[in-house]
């Protein structure tokens, strides 16, 4: 089991630029969640995802974000455009319920300048 | 709807002693509660969770945690600090019939062991 894979693990961009951040989940596994986690904030969950439908966006900070989840093995955490308090690591997890605990990947460190 | 609050953002404890991390939690319904560790320039990892039955559960590398509803918390233990639990603790929680397992975490607790 190659975990829950995040890319790239590692963005710079400029203030204004496109950011897309992607995710593979565990394999069988069928909610996925993306979390932001700052300094100031924490852990903030921004959505997630159940049989790839989205079922709580309400933590989406403003419509700058967006997020899709075509098929069970690919997501995509989108922000358009970006600014510099969006750095931020970035992390998605996957999980299979009622009982199993949440499988984080190993985050994307974004900077936007 | 859930929240959690972790008592101390850093702990400092020297290598061998007691680890101590404090943990309450509020819920609306019976509560799901885990424990993540976060080493740096990683996820976070699970260490151990509790669900239903016996209150105190084991998690890996020693550590446990004891589920106290009347005082609503669950604080995680560990002996005998060593110096590869340096690294940050997160405490979370989510309903029991929460789709999906959406967990609230606490704020973290960064622990720094001393030789």
């Known amino acids: 089991d190659a975990g829950v894979i995040q890319s790239p693990r590692h963005e710079v961009t400029e203030m204004g630029q496109e950011v897309t951040l992607r995710c593979k989940p565990i394999s069988g596994h069928n909610s996925l969640f993306w979390y932001r986690q700052t300094m100031m904030r924490g852990l903030e969950l921004l959505i997630y995802f159940n049989n790839n439908v989205p079922i709580d966006d309400s933590g989406m900070p403003e419509d700058r974000f967006s997020a899709k989840m075509p098929n069970a093995s690919f997501s995509t955490l989108k922000i358009q455009p970006s600014e510099p308090r969006d750095s931020a690591v970035y992390f998605c997890a996957s999980s299979s319920p009622p009982n199993s605990p949440l499988h984080f990947g190993n985050g994307t460190r974004l900077t936007v300048t | 709807a859930q929240s959690v609050t972790q008592l101390g953002s850093h702990v400092s404890v020297s290598e061998g002693a007691l680890v101590l991390l404090r943990c309450n939690y509020s819920?609306?319904?019976?509560?799901?509660l885990f424990w993540y560790v976060q080493y740096p320039n990683q996820g976070l990892q699970l260490l151990l969770k509790?669900?239903?039955?016996?209150?105190l559960v084991k998690g890996i590398n020693g550590f446990e945690a004891e589920f106290k509803k009347s005082e609503t918390s669950f604080h995680l233990t560990k002996p005998s600090a060593h110096m590869s639990d340096a690294a940050e603790y997160f405490c979370?929680?989510?309903?029991?019939?929460?789709?999906?397992?959406?967990?609230?975490f606490g704020g973290g607790t960064r622990v720094l062991v001393k030789p």
């Open positions: 509790y669900t239903t039955g016996a209150t």
């Open positions: 819920s609306s319904v019976p509560p799901y």
């Open positions: 979370a929680v989510s309903g029991l019939r929460a789709a999906g397992n959406k967990l609230t």
